[in-house]
């Protein structure tokens, strides 16, 4: 890859008024609404978003990205903790950050 002055960087956040201590409070049908919106984010809106742009290179530094891929994807895996300490992990939650490790080696 190569750098040059054509080049330019686009920083976009979904930003969600209730802070991640609030939402454990909220009822559950709100919980769920956040959920669906957020995979709808994810999953939908920044995939057409990064091809209507022609973006080259995609970072997502949260361990998470989607699934269709319209760039080359670079993904931030923080910590191992799931792979080194697996009995402090719920399964399923093991599974998911197994996918986007699996993933982000594609």
């Known amino acids: 890859m190569e750098i040059s002055l054509d080049n330019s ?6 930003d969600f008024p209730l802070h991640r201590k609030q939402k ?4 559950l049908i709100l919980r769920l609404l956040y959920a669906v919106f957020r995979m709808i984010w994810e999953q939908i809106c920044v995939p057409i978003y990064l091809w209507t742009e022609g973006v080259d290179v995609f970072h997502s530094p949260a361990f998470v990205c989607h699934i269709l891929k319209t760039s ?5 895996i923080h910590d191992m903790a799931s792979f080194l300490f697996p009995e402090k992990f719920l ?7 197994r996918l986007w490790f699996l993933y982000a080696r594609a």
């Not at 454990?24 to 009822?27: E, I, Y």
């Open 9 to 14: 960087t686009l920083i976009f956040l979904l």
């Open 24 to 27: 454990g409070r909220l009822p």
């Open 72 to 76: 080359r994807i670079a993904i931030t």
């Open 91 to 97: 399964s399923l939650y093991r599974w998911y950050l």
